[in-house]
Structures are given as C-alpha cells and as structure tokens.
C-alpha cells in the first residue's frame, strides 16, 4: 500500500482513485489474516472453487471484504461466481455474459463486472481482443442488460507492459468505461502511472507463490 501511495504520488494521481486488490489465491486463512488486521479489504482470487473454501468463513469476521474474481469463469460456476463475488473481472465470451445475467437475476446480486481483454491478443489467454471489446461491451449492455464498469488485462508476461496498459486505457476511453483492472506486482507502479483505477498485486503482499 505504501508503494502504492508513492506511486500515485510520483505520477500526479489521487491515491483515492486508486484500489489495491490484495491477490491471495494459493494462500490460506493463516496468511489472510495479518493482512485483514492491518486494515486490507479488497483480495482477488482467480478460482471460485478455492475461494468458497476460504472467505465465506474470513467474511463472517470481516464483513465489509471486498472479493474480486479475477481468474477465468466457466459457465458452469456461475451461480457460485455470483453468490460469492463483489467484482467479476474476467468476462470474456457471450456464454458468460448470459450465464452471469441469469444468476444475477435469479439471485436477485448484482455483483459489479469488468470485460476481460487480451490486449496482447495471446492464443491461449482469456479475454476479448482489442478490435472486437467494443462490440462485446455493447453486447453486454443492450443484449444482457449488464452495466459493465470497466476493463482488465494481464499483458504478456515477457513484454514491456506499458503499451498494454496505454491500449487498455484507449479502449476505455472510447467506451466512457471508468474501471480499469491493471498492473501486478512486477508492474503496479506503470500501471497506475497509466491511469489503472485497481492493481492486483499478489505477491508483493503475501510472498512468492
Ligand atoms: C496471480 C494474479 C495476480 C497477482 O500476481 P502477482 O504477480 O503475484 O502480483 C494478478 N492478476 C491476476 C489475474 C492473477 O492471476
């Protein structure tokens, strides 16, 4: 957090414009819970699976946590990526948008949602490509009705993160989109020099995986 203040501080932004998202997935209750005590309460998991098995119980002694998905949804977990997240972050194919409107309405949770982008257009990672992001927000809107706040992306891990963030940000723009998921902990300090309203750092915080 404190590296997260200088940076902010360093590119002219309002460190109140800017979300720490503490990624603790691989990490138990044991290693939550210092970090909870010192006044952190927005995590991010990537399976839904693993964080059932830990929050509901972390929730009960905090309840105002914050959780974010930020890993790949499969249509299938819907109904529990609702029932358990405040933020899905990882929307990135038609099937979940549908899935997602269709929990959202029977569990009557309207968890706030981001469009996933694969800024470095990676065969085999997740996310919308950049040409086709806004044709998919707009899907999202009109043909689901779900308010999508903002855009992730995870660039290629051994490229210069820099125009990744900038493209996601352009993208941003063109949509009046306000949210924007980018920078980990080898790349926060760029990300929010770019304009990221949320950095999902993990290891920074609980240590190498
Ligand atoms: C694991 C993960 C992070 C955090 O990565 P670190 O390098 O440990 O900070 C951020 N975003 C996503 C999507 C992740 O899966």
């Known amino acids: 957090m404190a590296r997260c203040r200088a940076a902010a501080k360093d590119w002219g932004r309002d460190v109140a414009d800017i979300t720490l998202v503490a990624v603790s997935k691989t990490f138990g209750r044991e290693e939550i819970l210092p970090v909870l005590e010192a006044g952190q309460r927005v995590f991010g998991e990537n399976r839904v699976q693993e964080a059932q098995g830990k929050w509901p119980e972390l929730r009960q002694l905090y309840p105002d946590i914050e959780l974010h998905l930020i890993g790949p949804l499969q249509s299938n977990k819907a ?3 609702v029932a358990l997240f405040d933020v899905i972050e990882t929307i990135d194919r038609e099937k979940i948008a549908a899935a997602l409107a269709k929990e959202m309405e029977k569990q009557g949770k309207a ?3 981001l469009v996933q982008v694969n800024t470095g257009a990676e065969p085999q990672k997740a996310g919308v490509l950049p040409g086709e992001t806004s044709a998919f927000v707009e899907l999202c809107r009109k043909k ?3 308010a999508i706040e903002g855009l992730m992306c995870i660039p290629p891990f051994e490229e210069n993160p820099g125009p990744h963030f900038a493209l996601l940000r352009k993208l941003a723009g ?6 924007l998921s980018m920078g980990m902990s080898a790349d926060f300090e760029t990300a929010i020099e770019l304009g990221a309203t949320h ?3 993990g290891s920074a915080i609980f240590g190498q995986r």
């Open 79 to 81: 109904a529990d990526a």
């Open 111 to 113: 968890p706030r949602l």
């Open 144 to 146: 689901y009705g779900l």
């Open 174 to 179: 063109e949509l009046a989109l306000e949210v």
């Open 199 to 201: 950095v999902r750092v």
